[in-house]
């Protein structure tokens, strides 16, 4: 199967015009609010708002919630950022991503490209493809970036897009960028994946994560709600979505994922703010060299529902 994508400037992208889904309705910028329309407890269906501007397209579901960036809200920064996962349950990865790219340039964000190959695809492993865009506001009131990848390797399903968006802007010049590629063969169906139990690693096989052993173990009082994702790193790493249980403490659950990170060797701390009216606490640790690890979760005061992201990246 080939996939073709023509990136172009200010509305050459898929023309959604005023069509509406009905699950639109929900307002609430933490999807995982209750009333939400959704394909289930965990995972928020084609509709569901991730902020004003983006929506989840058709072929895709959020893995539980929007999360606070890395410097969002957290002593000494005054950015605003958050982070998405979008699973991929169409056949069509590709136009994922194109809705995503289209859905920003009506707002007003402009793709750019960092070098020729910015926004374009690409094949890792022979067996996964990758994509990359980045759409930018021209008043450098913020940015979109969005990172696409679709295969298997090592016993591993990738089917994710990975969605953050940032309060800086990027000085980069704006321009078309055309893609042509075929597609790998497609990853196995979310419904065929199994999710760890308490006490097993949340992102498995582990080598197909190169995380160099830092795999974080399931704690128990919360389930795996979707494959493991990748990383935004380009060394490795994974990004996993937890449904915590009810009833359960979000300062315990970080402070046990945090424990795991130092007997990884690693340093760092943990912080609360808040996000879009919501608690949140996160565990961001780092080692000399080895990347970052952290676990952060939102606690939606409206539904009662918390999620916890666990993300690695190499560096």
């Known amino acids: ?64 919630a929007v999360f606070p960036g890395a410097q969002n809200g957290w002593p000494g920064s005054q950015e605003e950022t958050w982070d998405a996962v979008l699973v991929i349950t169409g056949e069509d990865p590709v136009a994922v991503l194109k809705d995503l790219v289209a859905q920003a340039e009506e707002s007003g964000f402009a793709l750019r490209s960092f070098s020729p190959e910015s926004a374009a695809c690409g094949v890792l492993h022979e067996s996964v493809l990758q994509c990359q865009a980045l759409t930018v506001r021209d008043d450098g ?40 590629t075929d597609l790998p063969p497609a990853p196995p169906s979310i419904d065929e994946w199994e999710g760890p139990e308490a006490g097993e690693p949340v992102a498995a096989p582990t080598d197909a994560f190169d995380t160099g052993g830092a795999v974080a173990i ?43 990170f130092e007997r990884f060797g690693f340093e760092g701390t943990v912080t609360g703010t808040t996000f879009e009216g919501n608690r949140a606490v996160a565990a961001r640790y780092n080692g000399a060299g080895a990347g970052d ?23």
Do not use: K
Request: glycine fraction near 12%; proline fraction near 4%.
């Open 1 to 64: 199967m080939t996939a073709v994508i023509h990136f172009g400037h200010y509305g050459a992208m898929l023309v959604r015009g005023s069509w509406v889904r009905s699950s639109v309705i929900c307002t609430a910028l933490l999807v995982a609010a209750a009333g939400c329309s959704g394909s289930g407890p965990d995972r928020e269906a084609a509709g569901s708002r991730m902020d004003s501007v983006l929506e989840v397209p058709e072929g895709a579901e959020l893995l539980g």
């Open 141 to 180: 009131s913020g940015s979109y970036e969005f990172n696409l990848q679709w295969g298997t390797f090592q016993g591993a399903g990738f089917s994710h897009v990975l969605v953050r968006r940032q309060s800086r802007a990027y000085d980069v010049p704006s321009g078309s960028v055309s893609f042509e």
């Open 218 to 260: 399931l704690e128990p009082g919360g389930r795996v709600v979707g494959p493991p994702a990748h990383s935004w790193s380009l060394s490795g790493g994974y990004g996993v979505v937890v449904a915590l249980d009810d009833g359960a403490d979000a300062d315990q659950v970080v402070a046990a994922y945090a424990a795991q």
């Open 293 to 315: 690890l952290e676990a952060v979760v939102v606690e939606d005061a409206n539904s009662g529902r918390s999620f916890l992201r666990l993300s690695r990246a190499n560096d």
